[in-house]
């Protein structure tokens, strides 16, 4: 059964900009998230380059495959175009999004046992300002995440703060470098918890996740959110009918409410960048936060 948030639950997401649920997703219907995801995962044993739906690591193989993501599986999976409106992630977003709820991205992060990649310090809001802030993504854990299999960190309260540049070399890469964080990061927390934990972030918190050297996999299903009264500051794909139908709770507007709010346009892109992926783009980040040899250093000074 579903559940909306309590009023302490609210506002502790206004105060830190992210929520922890635990068993918010019941057994039976994460199975057959888990299951939907799997079989889409099937394809990966045919393939030696990814796709438009699938991006590969780098050590994939036919005989092992390994995937570090589902790029937008509700445009891929009849089963996840009716999850995005799932009524029980409906009723939780329904004190934070009052005007109704757009869906924005879907993914599915996967981190393999042993070489699941790190994602850098970044903040969601500079891949898609809006018109107010009144965005947020929500995470489903489809394994248990704990500090060894590599879970998202966040930094409490970094909503409030600046945007951060997302550029490296002129470029937009999707990565801050972690030198402008050294005041934030010391402050960062792990969101973990069983298979069935749901996470809430705003899309201005600061956020990363370190490499998965353990043994088990981690598999973070992500739906990403917008108030029906939130327009993006970019063009839109599909026109304005292709907007409005993706309102999967309200009704849509021509009146967005406009907020003040630290804005960074996440242009212009590589040439040579892979369209959804975030590792490519995080590719060219000189300092990257997750790396050993940054650590090392970090340390040393």
Sequence with gaps: MSRTLT?????????????????AVPQARLQQVIAETEQMCDVARTLTAGT???DLDPSHTADKPRIRRIKSHHEHSDFFAEFVAEPLIMDLLDPLMPSGIRLHNTKINMKSA???ESVEWHQDWAFYPHTNDDVLAIGIYLDDCTEENGPMFVVPG????????????????????????????????PLMGPAGTLTIHHARALHGSAFNRSGRARR????????????PLADLKGGLDGFNEKIVRGEPTLAPRIEPAPIRIPLPLRP???????YSNQSILENKFFDDEFQKQAAET
């Design 158 to 189: 970094s909503h409030k703060g600046p945007t951060y540049d997302h550029h490296e070399h002129g470029y937009f890469c999707g990565a801050i470098d972690p030198v402008e964080l050294k005041d934030e990061l010391p402050k960062a927390v």
């Design 220 to 231: 973070f299903l992500l739906q990403a959110y917008a108030a029906a009264d939130a327009w």
């Design 7 to 23: 009023p302490e639950e609210v506002e502790r997401y206004h105060r830190d900009g992210y929520l922890v649920i635990e068993d």
């Design 272 to 278: 040579d960048a892979v369209v959804g992926s975030i």
């Design 52 to 54: 438009a739906m699938l």
């Design 114 to 116: 042993e070489v699941g």
